[in-house]
C-alpha cells in the first residue's frame, strides 16, 4: 500500500472584492477531495484580499514574480512536496 495524496491547487487573483467568492467556493469544493489544498495570489493584481483573509482549509500564499504559469504553478508543486515531508520535532 502506498501513501500518496491528492494535492489540489489553483493560481488565483480577483479583480473586485467580491470575488473571493470565486476563490472560497474553489476551495470548498476541492477540500471535499483532498486535505491538501493550495492557492498561489498574485498579489500585485488581487483585489479581493485573498491574503489578507485566510480561508479555513487552504495554505494560501503569494507568488512574486507572477508571470505567466511558471513560477505560481512551480510555488504550488513546492508547497504540496514540502507538506509531504514529515516535520521535524524542535
Given at each position: 500500500?502506498?501513501?500518496?495524496?491528492?494535492?489540489?491547487?489553483?493560481?488565483?487573483?480577483?479583480?473586485?472584492?467580491?470575488?473571493?467568492?470565486?476563490?472560497?467556493?474553489?476551495?470548498?469544493?476541492?477540500?471535499?477531495?483532498?486535505?491538501?489544498?493550495?492557492?498561489?495570489?498574485?498579489?500585485?493584481?488581487?483585489?479581493?484580499?485573498?491574503i489578507e483573509?485566510?480561508?479555513?482549509?487552504?495554505?494560501?500564499?503569494?507568488?512574486?514574480?507572477?508571470?505567466?504559469?511558471?513560477?505560481?504553478?512551480?510555488?504550488?508543486?513546492?508547497?504540496?512536496?514540502?507538506?509531504?515531508?514529515?516535520?521535524?520535532?524542535?
Amino acid at each position: 500500500m502506498n501513501n500518496l495524496k491528492i494535492a489540489v491547487g489553483t493560481r488565483y487573483w480577483g479583480k473586485a472584492p467580491e470575488e473571493i467568492g470565486v476563490l472560497k467556493n474553489f476551495i470548498s469544493q476541492a477540500t471535499q477531495i483532498s486535505g491538501l489544498v493550495f492557492a498561489a495570489i498574485n498579489v500585485a493584481e488581487d483585489k479581493s484580499q485573498a491574503i489578507e483573509n485566510p480561508i479555513a482549509g487552504a495554505d494560501i500564499f503569494p507568488v512574486t514574480p507572477w508571470q505567466k504559469f511558471v513560477p505560481a504553478l512551480n510555488a504550488i508543486v513546492f508547497r504540496a512536496v514540502q507538506d509531504r515531508k514529515p516535520h521535524s520535532r524542535s
